[in-house]
């Protein structure tokens, strides 16, 4: 079943199309991130840093129920890239249908969920009285619109397992922009606050939703379901709980690290929340390039797992190596030498303090970001050969000794304990992660001969 509108990635040379199947997944991700840096540029220049620390403190929280879904999403794809390498496009359908429709009741609850019981979450992680309120309403705003980032992620995980990676960018890049023009309209001219800037996200990601249903719908044939073939396959039901759940449970697992640190930064006062706000926006940008070179190694082992290719395999993931080495290193130099100007572009000159209290923490984790590159490469090779519980083990470990060695150090360092609580963290889950790697790779090495 291979058309233009899909990529086989069993056969053919290997550099380019992991090439041209990552770089869509960073281009589009750099738009996702967009969202909400813009809400945090906007916030922090024309409301201030109050704004922006409240955005800071509701971040942990929005990104589990949003990670949760992706990874839901990822290890469902990770299911239909078999069933499409191997081109049973019977039981692809059949996957698709059953994972739209668990996939959106799940959604439904968390959704409800996470609407009424904001609140307390936030009063559970000591957020400071003066920006709770604030973190509140953005929050559920955010909360109602995951029922658009659950239908554009299942289609574009969709698009994705049969390497079509570029659709789903091109949608983003609209959406992006659109959600620039919303926050302009509701923050800055319609001064709807923090509001205003969660409403300017969920109307953008809405778009995009749509934008991916019209174009499954009108540009590939086989997956036009009809009414009677949209079913809950309670076989498939059990393999893809089985995958999703563990990759839910290892995205979800950085960030509800992240949601446990951020009890340990909010008391340490407004200027930091905010501080570090503006720094988790300037890593995600610098460690979704990263993520993503480890997804597109994951679509690449996926397709090619199914047709048993493990020659290729082994050559993609040190192509992948090669990739993560490459870009942190490029990043190590531009963020280290450009702290500063990149905190200013979140809070202006005005706010030295916190500008001061980013450029610390940027300066120390600029230096590290080698160690979370090779993580991500590792975890997309788990992920392709369908070794979900080694990524869930491996971050697990890793988040479990960073939260500690943040509550334990950052008393004594300030932000910049934060930087060195990851440090240890990384090295703990490469400790993990190398011995399983090289396991792995004998096992592969014998089944080629």
């Known amino acids: 079943m291979q058309t233009e509108k899909v990529v086989d990635m069993t056969r053919g040379a290997i550099a380019p199309q992991i090439i041209r199947f990552t770089l869509p997944l960073i281009i589009g991700n750099f738009f996702v991130l967009s969202y909400n840096a813009v809400d945090s540029i906007i916030v922090g220049r ?10 800071g403190a509701a971040s942990p929280v929005m990104n589990i129920m949003l990670f949760l879904i992706i990874g839901i ?23 698709i249908s059953t994972s739209i429709l668990a996939g ?3 959604t ?17 992680m000591n957020t400071p009285a003066v920006i709770i309120d604030d973190a509140t309403t953005y929050l559920q705003i955010i909360f109602i619109g995951l029922i658009f980032t659950f239908i ?15 659709v789903s960018l091109y949608f983003l890049i609209a959406s992006a922009f659109l959600n620039v023009v919303l926050d302009i309209l509701f923050v800055v001219i319609w001064k709807q606050g923090v509001a205003g800037a969660a409403l300017a996200t969920v109307i953008a990601e809405g778009f995009s939703a749509l934008f991916c249903i019209m174009y499954v719908r009108f540009n590939i044939p086989f997956l036009r379901f009809k009414r009677s073939e949209f079913v809950l396959d309670t076989h498939f039901l059990k393999i893809i709980m089985s995958y999703s759940s563990v990759a839910a449970m290892q995205q979800i697992t950085l960030h509800l690290g992240k949601f446990i640190i951020q009890g340990a930064v909010n008391p340490l006062g407004v200027f930091v929340i905010a501080a570090f706000n503006a720094v988790t926006r300037i890593d995600d940008f610098v460690m979704i390039v990263q993520q993503n070179i480890g997804h597109g190694i994951t679509g690449f082992l996926a397709q090619n797992k199914g047709k048993g290719n493990y020659n290729r395999i082994r050559k993609g993931f040190i192509i992948g190596v090669k990739m993560e080495i490459l870009y942190s290193l490029l990043m190590t130099i531009i963020i280290f030498f450009f702290a ?21 923490y940027l300066k120390i984790m600029s230096i590290l970001y080698l160690l979370p590159g090779l993580t991500n490469v590792i975890q997309g090779y788990f992920r392709g050969l369908g070794k979900m519980k080694k990524t869930l083990n491996s971050t697990f470990i890793q988040i479990i000794v960073r939260a500690t060695a943040a509550y334990l150090i950052a008393s004594y360092f300030g932000i910049k304990g934060f930087a060195l609580a990851c440090l240890i963290g990384w090295i703990f889950m490469l400790g993990y992660q190398v011995p399983v790697l090289l396991k792995i790779g004998k096992k592969n090495r014998i089944k080629r001969y």
């Not at 999403?73 to 996957?95: E, H």
């Open 46 to 55: 024309f409301i201030g840093t109050n704004a922006l620390a409240a955005l």
């Open 73 to 95: 999403c990822l290890g469902m794809s990770v299911l239909m890239g078999n069933y499409f390498g191997s081109n049973d496009i019977d039981k692809l359908k059949r996957v």
């Open 104 to 106: 959106g009741l799940f």
């Open 108 to 124: 439904v609850l968390i959704v409800v969920l996470g609407f009424f019981f904001t609140h307390s979450i936030l009063a559970l």
């Open 152 to 166: 554009y992620n299942i289609y574009a995980a969709t698009l994705r397992s049969m390497g079509n990676s570029k």
């Open 340 to 360: 500063k100007d990149l905190m200013i572009l979140f809070v202006g000159k005005g706010e030295s303090q916190v500008v001061e209290e980013g450029v610390q």
